[in-house]
């Protein structure tokens, strides 16, 4: 049986992190989507909301199951028996970048076999960091996302406005 899994911080989960799923559904017998920390990110979602807004979006995918775990990649893989670590990479830096992290993993676990994708050309540019900044400017990133993360991307963005708002308020005062 083949196991995979594909670990990200997915805050949010994208169009184009939906598309890797769905290819990675179709070659493998099981996909784990591992919904981890990212400490150097600024997360808008627990992992908890993520987890869940990730199972609403592959719910159609028989074979995907959506779990979370700390700590190394490598760790995560033998505890669920998983031999194959699934990446995506939108251009050359993301290449470089997941070509360095597979050294390390295999460093760590020699078994361990990475298997990048190249996103699909009309995701390529598109990454979670960018499409929060976008959205934080008032710009309409609804195609991009899945609908169920769209609508929780738009009520907390609501809510980071108003926390804004009340801070600028305490400021002036």
Same mark, same amino acid.
């Given at each position: 049986?083949?196991?995979?899994?594909?670990p990200?911080?997915?805050?949010?989960?994208?169009?184009g992190?939906?598309?890797l799923?769905k290819?990675?559904?179709?070659?493998?017998?099981? $996909?784990a =989507?591992?919904? &981890?920390t990212?400490?150097?990110? @600024?997360?808008?979602?627990?992992?908890?909301?993520? *987890?869940?807004?990730?199972?609403?979006?592959?719910a159609?995918?028989?074979?995907?199951s959506?779990?979370?775990?700390?700590? $190394?990649t =490598?760790?995560l &893989?033998n505890?669920?028996?998983? @031999?194959?670590?699934?990446?995506?990479?939108?251009n *050359?830096d993301?290449f470089?970048?997941e070509?360095?992290?597979?050294?390390?993993?295999h460093f760590?676990?020699?078994q361990?076999e990475?298997?990048?994708f190249?996103a699909?050309p009309?995701?390529?540019y598109l990454?979670?960091?960018?499409?929060?900044e976008?959205a934080?400017?008032?710009?309409?990133?609804a195609?991009l996302?899945?609908?169920?993360?769209?609508e929780?991307?738009?009520?907390?963005?609501?809510?980071r406005?108003?926390?804004q708002v009340?801070?600028?308020?305490?400021?002036?005062?």
């Amino acid at each position: 049986m083949k196991v995979a899994i594909f670990p990200g911080s997915f805050d949010p989960l994208t169009l184009g992190h939906l598309d890797l799923i769905k290819r990675g559904s179709a070659l493998f017998d099981h $996909l784990a =989507v591992a919904v &981890m920390t990212n400490t150097s990110k @600024d997360t808008w979602f627990t992992v908890d909301e993520r *987890v869940a807004q990730v199972k609403e979006a592959v719910a159609g995918l028989d074979n995907v199951s959506v779990i979370t775990a700390k700590g $190394l990649t =490598v760790d995560l &893989m033998n505890k669920i028996g998983a @031999d194959y670590l699934m990446r995506g990479a939108r251009n *050359v830096d993301d290449f470089c970048y997941e070509k360095d992290i597979a050294a390390m993993n295999h460093f760590l676990d020699d078994q361990v076999e990475t298997i990048i994708f190249l996103a699909d050309p009309k995701y390529q540019y598109l990454s979670s960091s960018l499409l929060k900044e976008v959205a934080l400017s008032g710009g309409n990133i609804a195609p991009l996302l899945p609908a169920n993360i769209n609508e929780a991307l738009q009520e907390r963005l609501k809510k980071r406005q108003i926390k804004q708002v009340k801070k600028e308020n305490e400021e002036t005062r």
